[in-house]
């Protein structure tokens, strides 16, 4: 479970990367808006999680740079501003239109959800442990 944990405060913490062109002063939604982004980040930190934990620690790493910015991706892909997620592969610009991207509201929201996503998919009976406690509260 710590490994868990760990994993998704790392994801959490790496999901402003792709923000970092705004501090580099360039393009927005360019080059760090993309799966390939998502990939380098991901094997970087798996090396350093890995070479820091041991070598059974690299998915972990992995998983963290990764999933933290194509969360961001994802959250980026609901909001106005059109980019391109798939380059180099593909130039198709994605754009849901749902919400503005500084929305402080949706975007918690978004974290809330994303967090209870990962700690689920990875530890199903921590819902249902905390469900069945609920459940036992307000039946007495």
């Known amino acids: 479970m710590t490994c868990v944990l760990m994993t998704c405060f ?3 913490g790496l999901s402003s990367l792709p923000d970092l062109d705004i501090q580099w002063e360039i393009k927005h939604r360019g080059t760090t808006h993309t799966f390939l982004f998502g990939i380098v980040v991901g094997a970087l930190f ?3 999680i890995g070479y820091a934990y ?5 998915l972990m790493g992995f998983i963290a ?5 194509v969360s961001h ?3 980026d892909i609901f909001t106005y501003s059109s980019f391109e ?3 180099p592969f593909s130039d198709r610009e994605i754009a849901f239109g749902w919400f503005h991207s500084p ?6 929201t978004v974290l809330g959800l994303g967090i209870f996503s990962f700690i689920i998919s990875y530890e199903p009976s921590i819902f249902w442990l905390n469900l069945n406690s609920i459940k036992s509260i307000l039946g007495s």
């Open 85 to 87: 997620p798939f380059r």
């Open 46 to 48: 798996s090396v350093l």
């Open 65 to 69: 740079g990764f999933g933290g910015t």
């Open 54 to 58: 041991g070598a059974l620690s690299w």
């Open 103 to 108: 929305n402080k509201s949706v975007n918690n």
């Open 73 to 75: 991706l994802l959250g």
């Open 10 to 12: 790392l994801m959490v």
